[in-house]
């Protein structure tokens, strides 16, 4: 299995799959890809997407955690967008 093959769970960092999921937008956009294709290509990006979300939601968990351990209950929005 090669590297753009790998599971989401098999050691992708949050980086690597945000990088596959761009590339299998891109593939899918570009509408060359057979049906066949199309659907392996979707199916990848759903489980990336999924892998991503739940990436995202424990970072957000630790850094609340952070917050109400250093400075008392308090909830804030976090910014994720990258820059």
Sequence with gaps: MTAKER???EEFSFEEAMERLEKLVA???GGD???EQSLRTFEEG???VRFCSDRLRTAELR???LEES???IRERLL???EK
């Design 27 to 29: 593939e899918l956009e």
């Design 79 to 81: 910014d994720v967008e």
């Design 63 to 65: 850094v609340r955690e």
């Design 46 to 48: 759903v489980r990336l």
């Design 33 to 35: 890809l057979p049906l």
């Design 7 to 9: 599971q989401p769970e």
């Design 70 to 72: 250093s400075e008392g």
